[in-house]
């Protein structure tokens, strides 16, 4: 009985100018297909601008994404290459900008958006990516 045999490889897909990396592709590689399992990119100064996880070649898996100053921007979930679970968004200073869910790749439910300073501005709701509601609220965060 033969097993196949898995190996992952690793390869550098693009360079800035500077002779950064820019782009690293991380492959699975058995005997008779190569499948893309993960993505990084990063900024000219070599910090991680992203982090993506495939299967399958289709998105899966957390994704993240860091603003250049370090500070998280974007994490949320695909699953079989839709969106799924909730998704949060933060402001260059770190503080949140939106948070929300996804069912099958739409927004489902209540999405709530907040300023720069963190109040809470608008409230949207949301059923198979379509707004059914929206509430604005005042520069203290109440309706």
Same mark, same amino acid.
């Given at each position: 009985?033969? &097993?196949?045999?898995?190996?992952?490889?690793?390869? *550098?897909?693009?360079?800035y100018?500077?002779?950064? *990396?820019?782009? *690293?592709?991380?492959?699975? $590689?058995?005997?008779?297909?190569?499948? =893309?399992?993960?993505?990084?990119?990063?900024y #000219?100064? %070599?910090? =991680?601008?992203?982090?993506?996880?495939?299967?399958?070649?289709? #998105?899966? %898996?957390?994704?993240?994404?860091?603003?250049?100053?370090?500070?998280?921007?974007?994490? %949320?979930?695909?699953? $079989?290459?839709?969106? *799924?679970?909730?998704?949060?968004?933060?402001?260059?200073?770190?503080?949140?900008?939106f948070? /929300?869910?996804? =069912?099958? /790749?739409?927004?489902? /439910?209540?999405?709530?958006?907040?300023?720069?300073? /963190?109040? &809470?501005?608008?409230?949207?709701?949301?059923?198979?990516?379509?707004?059914?509601? $929206? &509430?604005?609220?005042? $520069?203290?965060?109440?309706?």
């Open positions: 009985m033969f &097993l196949g045999c898995s190996k992952t490889i690793k390869e *550098v897909s693009e360079f100018e500077n002779g950064e *990396v820019k782009i *690293v592709k991380y492959y699975s $590689n058995n005997s008779s297909s190569k499948t =893309l399992t993960k993505e990084l990119q990063y #000219p100064d %070599g910090k =991680l601008a992203y982090q993506k996880y495939f299967e399958d070649d289709k #998105p899966h %898996g957390e994704w993240k994404f860091w603003h250049s100053n370090g500070n998280i921007w974007s994490e %949320g979930y695909y699953k $079989n290459g839709q969106r *799924v679970r909730e998704a949060k968004v933060y402001h260059k200073n770190g503080q949140l900008f948070i /929300g869910k996804y =069912l099958k /790749g739409e927004k489902d /439910g209540e999405w709530l958006f907040y300023n720069e300073e /963190g109040v &809470l501005e608008t409230k949207t709701t949301f059923r198979s990516g379509k707004i059914i509601k $929206n &509430l604005n609220t005042d $520069n203290k965060g109440n309706k």
